[in-house]
């Protein structure tokens, strides 16, 4: 089916909710791509973080293969082992609590908004300027964006935005807060690092009125910051965590990972989803951490993301680098959104523009130096037109 066709599908029968660049894309392995045509792209997107290891995983790949020949689906209503597996994993890699299996970010989001309720009933939820948290109505309460709530208004009560400072922030939480939720790097904004004094003010904050501190690390954990957690170069330990996007290595799942004060909240039957902790996209997942908890894939990551960050920064018409590891972003001087449409139908390069001047990217951890130079060398001649 030639791409006109698709368009016309589309046109017809897809609700337009998504502005598709002009490309079908049918193939992946490691770092690469290719069209319908056969072209062959460089990958400096990852789904939006999501394939961190890259298209096809070998491992991943055969993980799921030998799961889907064999069983696909029951529910929650019995023990499987590759969910059972799994949370262990999560648990034991990073706050040793109890982990819930949901199907995205915004669920991982919308479990931790009710687990924050719930654990402090009438409690308001605290966020900050900047952040963006998913589309369903909590974590889109929790996101404050005017451009992606005022459509949808009202929004649920009890949230409050303040802006991404110390004082700000501690100026807001009080006996009446329930969590204090948080990006330590606000992907979709456009790849804001928190400063750790804010991290610091809001975990003291958080501890001084019982409230409950929850990194959102939906796009910045995994690995992308060149540790497994990003709160793990934070200095900051939170009350729990929500991960998705790299977690399934390219299947949709999420979870909400709490710290030993906040694992039995939840009783039976206060939260639940038919597909979450699936067998299939378990498996994938437990594959997808134990590659990625790899000490030199990390390390491989803080070196890579440096030297991306350099070469960037050397770019003509680039004002300014910002980000962690393979999380970045660059502030440009020409229009970013025109960058990334010439990148990708010019130098068949995957990037893309979160705002009028900004151009996130978001490399596979397992990209190779000579891929990374070969991008920036795209990528300025993609600025250059």
Request: charged share 20%.
């Amino acid at each position: 089916m030639s791409l006109s066709e698709l368009q016309s599908l589309e046109s017809a029968h897809v609700m337009r909710s998504y502005a598709r660049m002009p490309v079908e894309f049918v193939r992946g392995q490691g770092a690469l791509l290719w069209d319908a045509d056969g072209q062959e792209y460089l990958d400096l997107l990852c789904g939006i973080s999501v394939t961190n290891l890259g298209h096809c995983h070998p491992e991943i790949v055969a993980a799921i293969r030998e799961q889907a020949g064999a069983l696909m689906h029951v529910s929650n209503l019995f023990y499987t082992e590759p969910a059972m597996r799994l949370a262990a994993a999560l648990a034991e890699s990073s706050l040793r609590g109890k982990v819930f299996f949901c199907n995205s970010g915004a669920e991982a989001n919308e479990a931790a908004i009710k687990l924050a309720r719930k654990a402090k009933p009438g409690g308001g939820i605290v966020v900050v300027e900047g952040a963006f948290h998913g589309r369903t109505y909590g974590a889109l309460s929790a996101t404050p964006q005017e451009d992606k709530q005022a459509p949808f208004a009202p929004m649920l009560p009890g949230f409050e935005a303040v802006p991404a400072r110390a004082d700000a922030l501690a100026a807001a939480v009080d006996d009446r807060t329930a969590a204090v939720l948080l990006e330590p790097i606000q992907g979709e904004s456009g790849v804001h690092v928190l400063s750790e004094e804010l991290l610091s003010v809001a975990q003291q904050a958080c501890e001084e009125h019982g409230a409950a501190l929850i990194f959102d690390e939906v796009q910045c954990g995994m690995g992308r910051t060149g540790t497994l957690w990003a709160y793990e170069q934070t200095g900051v330990v939170p009350d729990a965590i929500t991960s998705a996007k790299a977690l399934g290595g390219g299947l949709p799942i999420g979870a909400l990972i709490t710290g030993p004060a906040l694992a039995e909240v939840f009783a039976p039957g206060d939260h639940g989803s038919t597909f979450a902790g699936g067998l299939v996209t378990a498996a994938a997942a437990l594959a997808a951490l134990r590659l990625t908890r790899d000490e030199a894939l990390l390390r491989g990551v803080r070196e890579k993301g440096a030297m991306l960050a350099e070469g960037l920064a050397q770019l003509p018409h680039v004002a300014s680098v910002r980000g962690r590891g393979l999380m970045l972003a660059c502030e440009l001087t020409v229009s970013a959104p025109a960058v990334a449409r010439n990148a990708l139908l010019s130098q068949r390069l995957v990037v893309n523009a979160t705002g009028p001047s900004t151009l996130r990217l978001l490399p596979p951890l397992i990209v190779t130096d000579d891929q990374l130079e070969e991008a920036l060398r795209r990528l300025r001649a993609a600025i250059a037109l």
